[in-house]
């Protein structure tokens, strides 16, 4: 212990444990582990600078990696630097990619967003195989599924740590219900399953907590407003991109629950696309337990009622669809 002589000496050795600390924790997480690199691909665009500035003021990343083909961000720029962004980074995140337009699906980038994807994952396999990966790129239902089989032709891939990030669909479906009932937005928590496109959305409104009830006519309306927010918001942003703030905060929300629980927090939870068995499609969002190692647990579907019974069943045929083609360009490609 110190004992110190005025006012002024301890406060100035309050601001200098203050700095310590904040330094400490940055360095060192919040459980005593080693925090983590995060390389974030596609750095410079519309989501990847608000992701980015997000990411940056977490205690659990050490080291902020950014990389962009089109404009140099810390240093990585153009390919020949990925795989110096890549090194060392323990997550992986990719929001690089065309943003849609009026008039286009998700679906309608994959010309360009799928060789996008492709190409970042070769790099990832090569450089960083074991990082936790976050695919943010659209259409997710496809890209996905790109990851993981160029990642197999790398000896590289572990379905644990490859997720297509599908939290703005539950910011949405959260925001949505809240409204609609003068609820807290920050205290209320719905479940979105199935894929990140369209009718492939499922918001589980009836395993929402707190619990909430909805006459079938809204509960229907207030469906098919979730499944179609991201046209909602590209037709309002009339052709200047898609949803880019809004992707930026729920993505960082995904990542700093997969770093807490590399950080050895227990119990986290995030509903996300990944390799799965709940249903006849190789690929599909559940709510998921996290851990150290990715997925620990996958929850599967828990108790849906006939109306979620049915979008399920809409959502099969679309969802199975835009997998086979992620699964397809890479066999035809690479």
């Given at each position: ?27 060192f ?24 500035l997000l ?5 659990l ?26 090194k ?17 699906t998700r ?13 970042l ?14 695919i943010?790129?659209?259409?997710v ?12 032709k ?13 939290t ?22 719905v479940p ?18 707190p ?8 509960r229907?309306?207030?469906?098919t407003?979730?499944q ?10 009339a ?5 880019t703030?809004?992707?930026?905060f729920a ?6 629950s997969?770093l807490?629980?590399?950080d050895?927090k ?16 190789p ?35 679309e ?5 086979a ?10």
């Amino acid at each position: 212990l110190l004992q110190l002589s005025s006012a002024s000496s301890t406060a100035a050795m309050a601001s200098r444990a203050l700095n310590l600390f904040t330094i400490c924790r940055r360095q060192f997480g919040t459980t005593g582990s080693l925090a983590s690199r995060v390389a974030v691909l596609g750095a410079s665009g519309g989501i990847g600078q608000p992701l980015s500035l997000l990411l940056k003021q977490s205690p659990l990343v050490s080291q902020l990696a950014l990389y962009d083909i089109q404009a140099e961000v810390s240093g990585f720029d153009g390919p020949a630097s990925l795989s110096d962004c890549l090194k060392g980074s323990r997550v992986v995140v990719i929001p690089a990619g065309v943003p849609r337009k009026p008039g286009m699906t998700r679906d309608d980038l994959f010309n360009t967003n799928a060789g996008i994807v492709a190409d970042l994952i070769t790099a990832v396999a090569k450089t960083c195989p074991k990082a936790m990966i976050c695919i943010v790129t659209n259409p997710v239902n496809s890209t996905v599924p790109i990851a993981a089989e160029i990642l197999k032709k790398h000896n590289a891939y572990d379905p644990r740590r490859l997720f297509g990030v599908t939290t703005l669909d539950i910011v949405r479906s959260n925001a949505f219900v809240a409204e609609a009932k003068g609820l807290d937005v920050s205290k209320v928590s719905v479940p979105v399953i199935g894929g990140h496109s369209g009718v492939t959305i499922i918001p589980v409104i009836s395993q929402a907590v707190p619990s909430v009830s909805f006459k079938a006519q809204d509960r229907e309306t207030l469906t098919t407003r979730i499944q179609n927010a991201g046209t909602e918001v590209v037709n309002a942003k009339a052709g200047a991109g898609s949803a880019t703030l809004s992707m930026a905060f729920a993505a960082e929300k995904f990542v700093d629950s997969v770093l807490q629980a590399i950080d050895g927090k227990r119990g986290v939870i995030e509903c996300a696309f990944v390799e799965s068995t709940v249903t006849e499609a190789p690929y599909f969002s559940t709510p998921l337990l996290l851990g150290r190692d990715g997925v620990e647990e996958n929850l599967g579907l828990g108790n849906l009622i006939e109306f979620e019974a049915k979008l399920l069943q809409a959502a099969m045929p679309e969802l199975q669809q835009n997998i086979a083609k992620g699964v397809k360009f890479v066999k035809e490609r690479y």
